[in-house]
């Protein structure tokens, strides 16, 4: 007798082989409160896709990563060390970080990918001018070849859907298509084709459907980041019109608009999916209230640390960066430091106040 083509004994095999492993993953790999966990999103949580592409978004040179290692070498994190992905995967209690994409082989995909990509967005042509990179649409692309790969690891479809269920999944895209598509009207048409309340719209939908195709392969507990105070950041700062204000408020506001779409959009997929217990994470909330504190000193928020060229968002290779980097907020023209993603990531993790996070934390996330 045969089923689909296999031998019972290759079935009792597989079915073996599944078994092992899930005990493995619960138990013996590490301590993680997790199975595995995903990682979707642009250069805040990029940790290594973009290296060697062609163009401007990467971050495989130094200054970049000086702080990540002894060796200070650059990973591909837009940052001086690690990123609010990192530091969620040591709350999380994994051994390792999650690896790229980029990098990834073998049975080290059982604890999961990181898909994210450096001026990625939710739309397709956003950060086109920044050359090549992997949007949204081309991670869950990725996502479908990591599927197959445990489908086959583990035997069939429905032991890899049941250890997909066992994972967390964060999605931290959307700022992209705001700074590096909406608000660049001479490079793309669509600040002219949408009012900013149609455009958050028209993004929440389309992330919307995204993640119900995410739910549909096993995601199950899923953190949804939204977009940050982008009018806040340096590179805002120094190239629009802030009005007299200390930010960019027109780029904020447009930005709260998607937020607020976001939040209503994580209720009614937790309404309208059976078992889906999704959350949002206020970025902007966390940016614009409570900054990061310093014991050396106030902290500097509103210049780069790094040496960026006028009018740009990247440090310049080999430049120049400020001598204490846990007094800056800001690494290059638009990215955190280190101290700054770590915030952010303890109070995605642990909400501080209950505004942080909706209808709750990571951290209850993960025990449900």
């Not at 837009?78 to 990123?83: A, I, L, V, W």
């Not at 250890?163 to 931290?172: D, G, I, R």
């Not at 929440?204 to 105070?229: D, E, M, N, T, V």
Request: charged share 20%; hydrophobic share 35%; glycine share 8%.
């Amino acid at each position: 007798m045969k089923l689909h083509g296999k031998t019972p004994s290759i079935m009792l095999y597989y079915a073996l082989i599944s078994t092992y492993f899930s005990t493995y993953l619960a138990n013996g790999a590490s301590s993680s409160e997790v199975g595995c966990f995903f990682i979707f999103g642009d250069s805040q949580s990029d940790n290594g896709n973009n290296n060697n592409n062609t163009g401007f978004a990467r971050a495989d040179y130094k200054p970049y990563g000086i702080d990540f290692s002894k060796e200070m070498k650059p990973t591909g994190r837009f940052t001086n060390g690690r990123n609010v992905a990192d530091f969620i995967v040591e709350f999380l209690g994994f051994d390792n970080y999650v690896p790229p994409f980029k990098n990834m082989s073998g049975w080290n995909i059982l604890k999961g990918v990181n898909y994210a990509s450096g001026a990625a967005g939710i739309r397709d042509e956003t950060g086109r001018t920044q050359g090549e990179r992997s949007s949204f649409n081309k991670q869950l692309k990725n996502h479908n070849l990591i599927i197959s790969k445990l489908q086959h690891l583990l035997g069939n479809r429905i032991a890899a859907e049941e250890h997909l269920k066992s994972c967390l999944y964060m999605v931290q895209i959307g700022g992209n298509d705001y700074l590096n598509n909406y608000f660049m009207p001479l490079s793309y048409k669509t600040s002219t084709e949408f009012t900013p309340h149609q455009y958050a719209t028209a993004l929440s939908k389309q992330l919307s459907c995204k993640l119900k195709a995410l739910y549909g392969q096993g995601a199950r507990k899923l953190a949804i980041f939204g977009a940050g105070p982008i009018g806040c950041t340096p590179y805002a700062r120094a190239n629009f019109d802030t009005k007299g204000s200390p930010c960019v408020e027109e780029i904020n506001n447009a930005i709260q608009l998607f937020n607020i779409g976001l939040k209503s959009m994580v209720d009614d997929l937790n309404t309208k999916l059976t078992n889906a217990k999704f959350i949002f994470v206020d970025v902007f909330n966390i940016g614009t209230h409570g900054t990061p504190t310093s014991n050396q000193g106030e902290m500097v928020v509103d210049s780069p640390c790094c040496e960026v060229p006028a009018g740009k968002i990247q440090c310049v290779p080999l430049g120049k960066v400020c001598g204490n980097r846990k007094q800056y907020l800001f690494w290059d023209a638009v990215h955190p430091t280190e101290i700054g993603f770590m915030s952010l990531a303890s109070r995605a993790y642990n909400a501080k106040f209950p505004n942080d996070t909706h209808p709750f934390d990571i951290n209850r996330l993960v025990h449900l």
